[in-house]
């Protein structure tokens, strides 16, 4: 793991499995590696990565969590659920998660700030299933492949926005998270 880091650091970018379908991940402070991650899948920059954290306290250090959202969060994270949140220091939103795969949140922590991370494929495709697959299609456009056994579900997070006090789901994924309001 000391060597992902040196490689994010560096502003390399790390295909990862998760929970759900395998990831690219970049430091979200690097604006090079950032810029590499919508080259390498074609993507707009209109459409911003989600950010995964170890923790909700690494999280509330970027986002406002309103207290009636809570209880979704000790519900489904870590878990397959992206929430949008509003940004705590300026306006804004920011889509995060807390993965499942605790090697992951390990990495994350070690790393000691959120990545930014994409799933791995051409923007407007099917994500990819698993890193072999990632690894033919980019080859070495990645700068390291994390590779080890994960199940995941195969199919990309929920996404839900609680930045307007009330909760809008965006995408359906596996998790169907009850309404807070």
Do not use: C, H
């Amino acid at each position: 793991m000391k060597k992902i880091v040196k490689i994010l650091q560096k502003g390399g970018i790390v295909a990862l499995p998760t929970d759900t379908v395998p990831g690219l991940a970049v430091d979200p402070e690097n604006s090079s590696a950032v810029a590499r991650i919508y080259s390498l899948k074609k993507r707009t920059e209109n459409k911003p990565l989600l950010y995964m954290t170890d923790s909700i306290p690494m999280l509330e250090q970027l986002v406002f969590i309103p207290e009636q959202f809570r209880p979704l969060l000790d519900k489904y994270w870590p878990g397959a659920l992206t929430v949008i949140f509003p940004l705590k220091e300026k306006k804004g939103t920011l889509g995060a998660r807390i993965p499942a795969v605790p090697e992951i949140r390990d990495l994350i922590r070690l790393y000691g700030k959120p990545l930014a991370v994409t799933s791995a494929n051409l923007s407007g495709t099917t994500p990819m299933q698993n890193i072999q697959d990632v690894k033919k299609k980019f080859r070495n456009k990645i700068d390291f492949y994390f590779d080890f056994p994960v199940k995941n579900s195969r199919t990309a997070s929920t996404i839900v926005d609680i930045s307007r006090k009330k909760m809008k789901i965006l995408r359906q994924g596996d998790i169907i998270p009850a309404f807070y309001s």
